[in-house]
């Protein structure tokens, strides 16, 4: 587990917070917000960053949390995939999308960096 739990983790942080903006994303765009398949996709694939962010940290040891930070790594991958969909059928905002991919793509490199950091505690 990481010092002070899952909530002192920066990227636990970003990720809440991207969930969060996915929701209020899908709530301001009456497009998107029809589409119950791509919605509910985009929620979860948000939702999924930061909770396997929290049960990987919460894990007893190292390869476990790993392999909840690369669960993460690959919910971070959906949303973008997700969000382009989104952008390319004009279901969101443009700049709005883009916004989202870009923190999305950050909270990745920032996973990258944690597995990086706990497998070489292994």
């Not at 960053?49 to 949390?65: L, P, Q, W």
Request: proline share 1%; charged share 30%; glycine share 8%.
């Amino acid at each position: 587990m990481g010092k002070g739990g899952f909530r002192g983790l920066k990227v636990w942080q970003r990720a809440k917070a991207l969930a969060v903006d996915v929701y209020a994303a899908v709530k301001s765009s009456p497009e998107l917000a029809k589409d119950f398949g791509l919605r509910d996709q985009m929620q979860r694939a948000a939702v999924s960053v930061c909770s396997n962010i929290a049960e990987g940290d919460e894990r007893d040891t190292d390869k476990d949390a790993v392999r909840f930070f690369y669960i993460a790594k690959g919910s971070v991958a959906e949303l973008i995939t997700q969000l382009e969909i989104a952008k390319d059928a004009q279901l969101i905002e443009l700049s709005r999308a883009d916004a989202l991919i870009k923190e999305a793509e950050e909270i990745g490199s920032m996973l990258g960096a944690l597995i990086k950091a706990r497998a070489a505690c292994l």
